[in-house]
């Protein structure tokens, strides 16, 4: 359980790193948003066969890192849109 909230953390910390721009976003959701990437990098790389969700690969790890970039761009939308509205 601690090495996947790890992974969350570093997996959310690469997308801040690889997203272009300032992320208005903490250390929760950064891990929140890290360990959604991860798990749907991990749901992934098992239907391409390549590992367990559990398990820590390089495609999965791929995968993850690009559906915590997206992740973060959903909730920056999300962020702005809140914002814009009051």
Do not use: Y
């Amino acid at each position: 359980m601690i090495g996947f909230i790890v992974a969350g953390l570093v997996i959310g910390a690469l997308a801040r790193l690889i997203k272009p721009g300032k992320q208005n976003l903490g250390l929760v959701a950064t891990l929140l948003l890290g360990l959604a990437g991860s798990v749907i990098g991990g749901v992934i790389a098992n239907l391409l066969g390549t590992g367990d969700i559990f398990e820590l690969n390089v495609l999965g790890f791929i995968v993850a890192v690009v559906a915590a970039v997206l992740l973060i761009g959903v909730a920056e939308g999300l962020a702005g849109r809140r914002k814009g509205s009051v």
